[in-house]
């Protein structure tokens, strides 16, 4: 089992930063792909930046600029720098994160989910 734990939502203002964050623990090996989605009220889940294999990634043009995915590939984590952060911001963010497991095979696992509360 794999479990991916998120960290560093909360609320700021219009303008703000904030760090998320997503460890991954468990019978990991590897971590493959990463990505980050957020889902507002009333809203479908939105991917904002997606990680291949070899590390490049790609933005939501709404994010680009201000959003920076990175990760730890020898600590097994991912971050999301989101910066210059605006009210249409607002939204649960969740990690998906494909990891090679112990057991030899790739899983793909969700985080939790964290709350991000931008103000006007």
């Known amino acids: 089992q794999v479990q991916l734990v998120e960290s560093g939502g909360g609320l700021v203002q219009t303008g703000g930063s904030l760090r998320l964050s997503c460890a991954a623990s468990?019978?990991?090996?590897?971590?493959?792909?990463t990505s980050w989605y957020r889902q507002a009220p009333g809203k479908q889940r939105e991917l904002v930046a997606a990680?291949?294999?070899?590390?490049?990634?790609n933005y939501v043009d709404s994010v680009k600029g201000r959003f920076t995915a990175s990760r730890d590939n020898a600590k097994n984590t991912v971050d999301l720098q989101m910066n210059s952060l605006k009210p249409e911001d607002t939204a649960v963010y969740y990690c998906?994160?494909?990891?090679?497991?112990?057991?030899?095979?790739?899983?793909?696992?969700w985080g939790q989910g964290t709350q991000v509360t931008v103000s006007s």
């Open positions: 468990g019978s990991i090996v590897a971590l493959k792909a």
């Open positions: 990680t291949n294999s070899g590390g490049y990634t």
């Open positions: 998906y994160a494909v990891v090679a497991t112990t057991q030899g095979v790739n899983r793909a696992y």
